[in-house]
């Protein structure tokens, strides 16, 4: 049996794309002796390990000095690719926490969401291949100065969602002179940068009903047939709007939680509690009833005596 039906989020595939795209772009320029500029070029970047392109080189060795210039493989270049993952438990939220699409509509009184995302450590490696050194460091020197040791960037993983803070961190950097051999063996030199990108995975998308009206009863028996003490219905209203029903009003709505008490004796005794969203100040307006709020109950309703 599987733990879910089909859903991809394409979580993956974004955080590739993301780590590509930080070291997308990046240039060298080369000057003569004389200090004027001769040639600039962009560094190619794929997602690759290393060895794949190296192994190219080798087995074609005019690649490397540029007697081929319609093969697209050349030095200097720079491959990445991931190379572990790790759940992180630091980073755990509770599963039953619910992220709200917000901006998609309320569709049939029901609300989308997923529920809390699963924090995961992503380890990438960053390799930079090149004959020079110097344009080693050329290219070196372009990343280093903005990972202290990590650099935060802002990601939209999920439609509907608020973008999520993905830091990514520079753990280490190793250099590698790859020259074996005789003296007619090409150079290649090899810096390998390792991150940790603290990214989350998502489940499925989910529907829930929207809870637009609540009636309960109280009674002082645990007896099924006791009767009724005092019966609660709690909706939503408009105060600006009276006209609409509590089914009418969706959740993004300027609504207030309108609350009646009935008493045993059928009047009805309706106040208003002040809730608007997650306000917790509440204030309550009744007829010569006193309310208290820690317990719910109204003291008129329930023939107690007044303090």
């Not at 003296?183 to 637009?212: A, C, D, M, S």
Request: hydrophobic share 40%; no cysteine.
């Amino acid at each position: 049996m599987a733990i879910a039906n089909y859903f991809y989020n394409a979580t993956t595939k974004k955080y590739v794309a993301l780590f590509g795209t930080i070291f997308n772009q990046i240039k060298i320029e080369r000057k003569d002796n004389a200090g004027n500029l001769v040639q600039t070029m962009i560094v190619p970047l794929s997602y690759a390990p290393f060895q794949k392109v190296l192994s190219k080189l080798v087995q074609e060795p005019d690649l490397i000095n540029g007697t081929r210039a319609a093969d697209a493989i050349s030095l200097p270049r720079m491959s990445f690719e991931i190379t572990n993952m790790q759940y992180d438990s630091q980073r755990k939220l509770a599963s039953s926490l619910k992220m709200r699409k917000e901006s998609k509509a309320e569709t049939n009184s029901a609300r989308n969401f997923v529920y809390a995302a699963t924090p995961y450590n992503l380890d990438f490696s960053l390799y930079i291949m090149t004959k020079y050194s110097e344009d080693a460091t050329k290219i070196l020197e372009q990343i280093l100065p903005f990972f202290t040791p990590d650099w935060t960037v802002s990601a939209f993983l999920i439609p509907d969602l608020d973008s999520f803070d993905l830091p990514i961190i520079l753990n280490s950097v190793t250099t590698e002179d790859l020259y074996e051999g005789d003296y007619i063996e090409r150079q290649t030199i090899l810096y390998t940068l390792n991150f940790t990108l603290k990214g989350y995975f998502f489940g499925p998308e989910k529907t829930k009903k929207v809870i637009k009206f609540v009636d309960a009863g109280f009674a002082a028996s645990t007896l099924a047939n006791a009767p009724l003490e005092e019966d609660v219905n709690v909706y939503p209203v408009i105060l600006a709007n009276n006209s609409i029903g509590w089914s009418d009003i969706e959740f993004d709505d300027n609504w207030v939680a309108n609350t009646d008490y009935v008493n045993p004796n059928g009047a009805n005794q309706p106040f208003v509690l002040d809730i608007v969203y997650s306000n917790t100040d509440l204030s309550s307006t009744s007829n010569n009833v006193i309310i208290d709020l820690e317990s719910g109950y109204a003291i008129d309703d329930l023939n107690l005596p007044q303090t």
